[in-house]
């Protein structure tokens, strides 16, 4: 009795202590808690748990209105720039969840090389459990590891959203920051549970940091590349203008596609534009593609005799840069492009002439960078850029997720499953519990694995032995993942769920002692999976650029538009090379770009056809059976009698309409775009996709709706309409398959379609072996007559 008493004062002495060191913490923090104010006249009173942060002289405060209508702390300085970025569009697209005594959690944001920070804030929209204890709790705020304030809660603020606006230093930034919010939580005065659930604090996604900039003007240096094109601390979409000189020719559009290819490459997840202009410079960082005859005008530019690359200011704005392709002609563009980029690790100085240059040999089929190889087993390590990526710390962390992008043609049908050989590690549990790891892919479950406790062994009838144990225990288990779930684009995950053990009331678990990891030579195989699909198949061409993108270097693509290309053809050409870039995470440089009169070089080519009246004329020339053919005014749409199977591979147009009229010819003045699929009119099993439109703001359309994800899902089938921010799909022509599988299995294959078909022939079968049973059978009894 006499201990549980001294226990008891000590832990009210103890409070007390705590309840003192927060107090002097919040008066020597620099920030100012209100206090209720009695409205004295000539002053406005400050809303309850208002904070005003350090370094902001002008004493700028934050309401908590959850409408977040908050004033800017610093005013932005004349000349500077506004930018403005949610949690959300930075990656945290479901918020931050702080949890228990210590949670944590981060989110990252960059400032462009070209640019300096006058002034940033961080716009806080939060909520925090009202269980937890005002005196004791608090939300502290780091950047890049510097503590800048730290929030107090009140008790009438407890479960409400609230809006706080915390000012960054300046000059705390650099290129790469991180934000990292940690939750001090306590609910008790007495014993606390560091996993109980009223220990929480939620982000909202809608949070925002706050940037005022002025530009810095960069020297004149191709060892900047690809800055300031593309900026790798900037996180959003890429508008990369291109200039020409002269209305370009189609040799000149190739070598301007070649570096679309790239700048959609290093953009990775970054959706990427190319908007032309033709004599006239924009007023943003561009790449100018000029020949010694297509100079332009108001560039004073001396004229070369070698492919040239050359870095130099704006001559209307010196903290805009060009990068100018320059040749003697559309040749030498060509080289100068290829240089650009394949070489740029060489480049520097403010020009380089290029005096030869050999390219790569070509790639094999589905050898792009950023897609899992299936002629062998990959290992977890060749999927992630950072090992970190593959380990989680606390007893219910935040899945380790793996993206896996697919050729789209992999044939899923009647496959057992996709191997995988899973290694794991983990801090094992005290004793048996119901700790486990999970695993899914796209978020839906494939298996739960029970985590073993310490020195427990699957084999009961051993005794296991650790030696030179780290404390971790390592499992392995064989799995298969059902190949039906598995898509072009997948997110392989895997949740550790652990249980934390107390020895008594009082007894406390740290909340991050538990770690796990997936092991990075763990191994999961595709090459089980034949190539084979059914096609027109628009959800193949808008989610990985296929069949284009079988080779990563374009080789059997031709690109074909216009004689006279006008701008709007020429960014939708670019902006599609950019995203088989990006598809594939490597420029190309093997396509060829062809006009609609040079149908002889269409021969054993996958054909994109981009345009309006030529390429609609083509169509016409081509025959009646295309799904749609839409010119400036006449739209001519065709449905065929036809048995879609749509389940043959992955990401097939399950949902696209087959319902259409036989034969419509109509006329129309208003704005419609289409992309049509269909097989090769010049090669059997080659693809045709064409993107056609009644004007070029249609035509664009097409591109904004392909970049758009919540749009880009309503495409597949062989046709998808578009008409203003409605998409459409259907299904109206005739099918094709590519690939290659064993006679055997696309007998089977495409037998499984017609059951009916196959009941006959195994009846007739049946019949033909009964006849020759019965033959054999007379003859043998004719036999044992014979005397």
Known sequence: MQLRASWSRYKKISAIWLL????????????AVAAPTTGRPGKAPMPSGTVAAPGAASGATASPDPSGTTAALVPAPPGTRQRTLTFAQLGQTDGLRLRGTEGSSEVNFGIRLDQTVASALLRLRYTYSPALIPDLSQLKIFLNEELIATLPFTKQDGGKPLVRDIALDPRLLSGFNRVRLVLIGHYSMECEDATHSSLWADISP?????????????????????????????????SIPFVFGAPPSLAVVHAAGVVATWAGAIGDYRRTRFPVSVKTLPSKHAIVFVTNDTMLPGLDLPKVDAPTLRMMSNPDDPSLKLLVVQGRDAKDLETAALALVSGRAALSGDAMRIDALTPMPPRVAYDAPRWVRTDRPVKFGELVDNPNDLQASGYMPWPIRLRLNLPADLLTWQNTGVPMDLKYRYTPPVKPDDSSMSVSI?????????????????????????????????????????????????????????EPHKDGMCSQTIAHAARSAIDADSTIDFSGLPHYAEMPNLSFFVGSGFPFTKYADLAQTAIVMSKTPDTAELETVFSTLGRFGRSTGVYADRFEVLDTTQTDRFKDRDLLMVGGRDVADLLVKWGKNLPLIIDQTRRVMTGQPQASRGDGAMGSALAASPVGPAHMDAVSQGPLAALVGFESPVSRSRSVVAINASSDDALLGVVDAIDDNARRAEIHGDLAVFSGARAE??????????????????????????????????LLAAFAIALKCFGWLQRRAARRLEP
Request: hydrophobic content about 40%.
């Open 206 to 238: 809608q949070s925002e940091i706050v940037t005022s900039t002025q530009p810095l003007t960069l020297r004149n240096d191709l060892a900047t590349l690809p800055a300031p094109f593309f900026d790798r601390h900037d996180n959003r979409d890429q």
């Open 442 to 498: 796209n978020d839906k479950f494939v298996r739960a694995y029970r985590l073993r406790a310490a020195g427990e062994s699957q084999d009961k009838s051993h005794m296991l032995v650790e030696l030179l144990s780290d404390g971790t225990m390592a499992d392995r288990k064989e799995v298969r993942i059902p190949a039906f779930q598995v898509a072009s684009r997948n997110s392989l995950s895997f949740q550790f769920a652990m």
């Open 20 to 31: 003192a060191v927060a107090a002097m913490d919040l008066a020597g923090s620099g920030f």
């Open 729 to 762: 799909s259907f299904r109206l022509g005739q099918t094709y398959f590519v690939g290659d599988v064993s006679w055997w299995t696309r007998i089977r294959y495409h037998l499984s379609s017609h059951p009916i078909l196959v009941g006959l022939v195994a």
